[in-house]
């Protein structure tokens, strides 16, 4: 097998859409987020649902050819290591300037095309996440740069990582810094299965263009 071959799909696939994991000096399977822990490790696709199959499966020991031992919340394990590199990573961009916080500083960010996403509080009211929404959907009216919105944080992780107290929007600015977020906030919301409502968005704005243009 390719060396970035899923173990479970037997498909070949970029790094980032897979993650690497290791044995441990215990024999215990050990996820390697960054791929960069020593010796011979397999690869699983990126999603919780991959991960956790391939240990119902006992695929991590004949991937291995050893007696291995996979925690019991593998899964679980891997989703709070990339949640913790994506909130890390956030906070750094704080600190370069690169985040705009609370609905109305968003919704302008988004309307000007500086924002190149959007994170909600879990516990964002409808309303709120609402009038974030029609500016996005303005912004790709007007052949603006989609603008996806993640919700993967509660309130309380969000204003630690940013550094504010009550944060429920935020805005990652597009930029280097920005760029580096994003990259970790795809991967975590891969692993959780995507966000089905930003799809749904972008294809009824898809749905409302080809409509006006049936109409001219």
């Known amino acids: ?73 593998l899964g679980g394990m891997v989703d709070g290591l990339l949640s913790r590199s994506a909130l890390g990573m ?22 000007s095309g500086l924002a190149l996403f959007v994170l909600h509080a879990t516990e964002a009211s409808d309303d709120g996440v609402r009038k974030i929404s029609q500016a996005r959907r303005a912004t ?12 993967l944080f509660p309130e309380a992780e969000l204003s630690l990582a940013l550094g504010g107290t009550n944060v429920i ?10 760029k580096a977020v994003e990259k970790r906030m795809v991967a975590l919301d891969r692993y959780r299965g995507g966000t089905p409502d930003d799809l749904a968005m972008l294809a009824a704005v898809a749905d409302e263009d080809d409509a006006a243009e049936d109409m001219e």
Not at 17 to 44: H, M, Q, T, Y
């Open 140 to 151: 790709v009216h007007l052949g603006g740069p989609a603008v996806l919105a993640y919700k």
């Open 90 to 111: 956030l906070g750094l961009a704080r600190k370069a300037g690169a985040i705009a916080l609370g609905a109305t500083k968003v919704e302008s960010a988004v309307r």
């Open 1 to 73: 097998m390719n060396d970035r071959t899923c173990i479970v799909t037997r498909k070949q696939a970029e790094p980032d859409e897979l993650i690497r994991f290791v044995v441990g000096p215990d024999s215990a399977v050990v996820p390697d987020i960054k791929r960069n822990l020593p010796g011979r490790g397999c690869w699983v696709s990126a999603d919780r649902l991959h991960i956790e199959k391939a240990a119902a499966k006992n695929l991590y020991a004949r991937a291995f050819k050893a007696q291995v031992t996979v925690p019991p919340d």
């Open 169 to 178: 929007h935020a805005a990652v600015l597009a930029g280097d810094a920005g």
